[in-house]
Structures are given as C-alpha cells and as structure tokens.
C-alpha cells in the first residue's frame, strides 16, 4: 500500500457520491460511491494517488477516514457547502444491465477543479467521467504530465461532442464501452470505431467490453485481454473505473509507457476490479494485500498462456 504524504505520482479527478444500490444479491443504502472513489482506491495499491473531487458538507468523515486508510492523498477534494452527489440504481439479475432510479448532482453541479500545487507536477493523470469542461480544466493546469488517460459515457457524446473531441485530442489514451464507442463513431464493428476514434489524437484505444474484457487498439495493432473470472460476485459498482485505476496505477508503478507495459496494466486492471466487484462500495479493495493481487496476477497469466 501506498503512504500518503508522498508527492502524487497520479491524480485522478471525477465524481464522489453517496449510492443506494440494489443488485440481484443484495440491496445497500447510503454507501461509498463515484468514479473518483473506486479509481482511486484501485491505482492506491500501486502508487501514491491524489484526488480531485467535491463532496458536500454532509459527506461523512469515516469515508475520509477509509481512504486515508488506503494511503489516498486528499489535498485535491473539496468540500462545498451543500449536499454529496447521490445515485440511487437497480442491477438485472444478469448483474449487467442496471437501471437508474435517481441521480441529484447536489454539490458536483458547480464542481470547479482546483489543483493543489504539487498536483499539478503529478506524471500520469486519470480524467474520470466527468464533463470535457472540467476535463479540460484539469488539463491545463497539469504541467507536461508523461500519461494521460481519459474516460467518457454517452450523456457528453450526445451533448458535448465537440468539447469531447477537443479534449481526447490532448490525451495519450481514451477507454469507453462498446456502446459508447458505436454511439460516437456510427460503426458496429468495434476494430472500425476504434481505428476512428484514434483518428481523434490519442495514441491507444481501449474499449470495455464487461465481462467479455477489453480491446485495446493501437497504430496497426490490436490485443485481447479477457476480464478475470469469477464464480459469484455481488456489486459490479465502479467495476470500469477500478479497471483504469488499477491500469494507470499499475502504469505510474512502472515508469514505463508503451505497449507491453500498458498490455500488463491492463491485466493488473483487470485484476483489481475483479476483487471490488465482490462486495458493495469499498469493502473489498478496502480489505485488500498487495500480495492477494500479485497471487491473483499470476493465476491469470497462467490463465492466458497458450
């Protein structure tokens, strides 16, 4: 685990909330949610992290107390007077599909990202779901960062595509899902809207495809990674954003940038999220070892030799 107090070598801004949740196993009120919370917890086992965010004056302070416990710098989350982001979803009995019951933006409506002045030296930068607004932001206040890795969804390429393709311009990688990726490029196949969507600027492509993994795409070049599986998990919550937690995390840890680095991050992605999936919010990536990770990243390269 990483300490806090150490320089940021990653700084991942996005969303803090407050989740009520209802998959087939189970239904949780009021716990730990956003994509900055689960990014963050998951890149914490493999280098310092700094978040940028914004949580009302509600926000409870044991959740500060969780990620200080994971060694997660807080200099980057404000606290705004009002109430926390709060979304509320049920998930299918295929724990795939999800329906959103409500979503109060609250706090996060206003959210203007403010870097702390030893974030803004970090090397590698995670732009969560947020706004290409407030992406743009963080970008211009980074200074020449070595890796930046951007995610997206369908709300900002409906609304904000311009904005969007403005900002993916400026990024070394994009990562989106299958449908977000046909929704921006009007292609079905996934290799023709990646081979687009780097058109864009980025350098690598890399879609999520859920439980069938992800595809990564890069100048001629493509790879396959499967997600790790699982018998029986209970909160796919955050599943994606703990993926490029881990993966950028996983990146910063090695100093290197380039396809066989980004290749391995990826199946540490892979492998971190399939640890939080298996309870609600952070319960599991709370409880967590380096070395159940590194046990576990070794079960799945034995799995994917052939």
């Known amino acids: 685990m990483v ?90 009995e295929n724990m795939d599909d999800r329906e959103t019951l409500e979503t109060h933006l609250n706090v996060f409506a206003d959210f203007a990202p403010d870097l702390p002045e030893r974030y803004r030296r970090a090397p590698y930068v995670f732009l969560g779901n947020i706004s290409p607004q407030l992406q743009k932001s963080v970008l211009d206040q980074v200074d020449q960062p070595k890796f930046v890795l951007l995610d997206t969804m369908d709300l900002w390429i409906n609304i904000a595509r311009d ?55 890069y100048g001629d070049e493509v790879f396959l990674l499967h997600a790790y599986p699982l018998e029986q998990f209970r909160d796919p919550t955050g599943a994606g954003d703990s993926f490029a937690g881990g993966l950028i995390g996983s990146l910063a840890e090695s100093g290197e940038i380039g396809p066989l680095s980004i290749r391995r991050a990826m199946a540490y992605g892979s492998v971190t999220a399939s640890f939080g999936v298996e309870e609600f919010s952070l319960e599991r990536l709370s409880a967590l070892g380096r070395t159940e990770i590194d046990e576990r990243f070794a079960r799945f390269e034995r799995m994917c030799r052939f």
């Open 3 to 92: 300490h806090q107090g150490d320089n940021p070598e990653l700084i991942i801004v996005g969303s803090v909330g407050i989740d009520t949740i209802e998959t087939p196993a189970e239904k949780r009120e009021n716990v730990l949610g956003g994509s900055a919370t689960y990014a963050c917890a998951a890149s914490s086992f493999f280098a310092p992290t700094g978040m940028v965010g914004v949580v009302g004056t509600d926000f409870p302070e044991k959740h500060r107390e969780q990620w200080r416990g994971m060694g997660i710098d807080l200099d980057g989350l404000q606290t705004a007077e009002g109430e926390t982001f709060r979304w509320s979803g049920v998930y299918a």
């Open 163 to 217: 904005e969007l393709e403005e900002v993916v311009g400026g990024v070394h990688m994009l990562t989106l899902n299958e449908s977000e990726a046909r929704l921006w490029t009007d292609e079905h196949s996934l290799l023709r809207a990646a081979r687009r969507l780097l058109q864009m600027g980025p350098q690598y492509v890399l879609i999520k495809r859920g439980e069938s993994g992800s595809l990564l795409v």
